[in-house]
């Protein structure tokens, strides 16, 4: 994708990029990856050009290289450790202090509605904007950049979740403790999606063995299922005896 990049918006992607360290050969990529739907909506009247494809494809860059990187530092340890440390990893949490550390927020394009309601700071938003970034240094050097961007950008974070400090994953720790008690996994559902497209809000259930356990609700899927996780605990494990990592 290469689009007609003014010199003020230039100023501010090249700010971006030294916050990031890293710097683009395509910019076009990076201003994608910071084009909120609402903006591309109003500007160009499509869909095509917001971020939201680019948010995929880091998703699963990120999933991949962090996966990686565990699978080499923890050579002794099993598959269900490593998708803990994982989740932890690449959870909305870790992602939503990362995206305010490099202050993302500042450099997005938004719509006015989403603009008018505070869209630079819901964290749907900027940890969304970090995932899209990460798909943009897929596309603009391969993935030896990405690589070399997630282990630079997660350092801090890997070596907390060494320490057994990382954010905790209340949807890893109840699929442990599902499967240790119930020998299933739990499953979530949406139940609703509240407000406008610009300020949604999300509210899950978690079900186990086809049974509603708990809800939650938060501005994105991801959080929402972390809470709904959250609750079934407090229901199947009263006395917070919870597994560790």
């Known amino acids: 994708m290469n689009t007609k990049i003014d010199r003020e918006r230039l100023k501010k992607l090249k700010e971006l990029e030294r916050l990031i360290r890293y710097r683009f050969r395509n910019r076009s990529f990076l201003n994608q990856a910071l084009t909120h739907k609402s903006y591309a909506n109003e500007r160009y009247k499509t869909r095509d050009r917001d971020n939201e494809r680019l948010e995929f494809l880091g998703d699963s ?14 050579p002794d340890r099993n598959e269900g450790f490593l998708t803990r440390c994982k989740s932890q990893l690449v959870s909305g949490a870790t992602l939503s202090r990362l995206a305010k550390e490099f202050r993302i927020g500042d450099f997005l394009l938004l719509g006015k509605g989403e603009e008018a309601s505070g869209g630079r700071k ?7 904007a970090l995932e899209a970034i990460i798909g943009a240094i897929y596309l603009d050097g391969g993935l030896k950049s990405s690589f070399k961007f997630i282990k630079n950008t997660f350092r801090f974070q890997i070596q907390l979740v060494k320490e057994g400090k990382g954010s905790k994953d209340y949807k890893s720790i109840l699929q442990q403790v599902v499967l240790k008690k119930y020998k299933t996994t739990p499953s979530y559902r949406i ?29 994105n899927k991801k959080s929402a299922e972390q809470e ?13 005896n919870l597994p560790q990592l």
């Open 61 to 74: 860059v990120l999933g991949i290289v962090v996966s990686h990187i565990l699978y080499d530092d923890y």
């Open 228 to 240: 709904s996780a959250k609750e079934a605990l407090s229901i199947i494990e009263p006395d917070n």
């Open 191 to 219: 139940i609703s999606e509240i407000g406008p497209d610009h300020k949604k809000h999300f509210i899950v259930e978690v079900l186990i063995s086809g049974k509603r356990q708990g809800v939650g609700s938060g501005p």
């Open 122 to 128: 819901h964290p749907s938003n900027i940890l969304c």
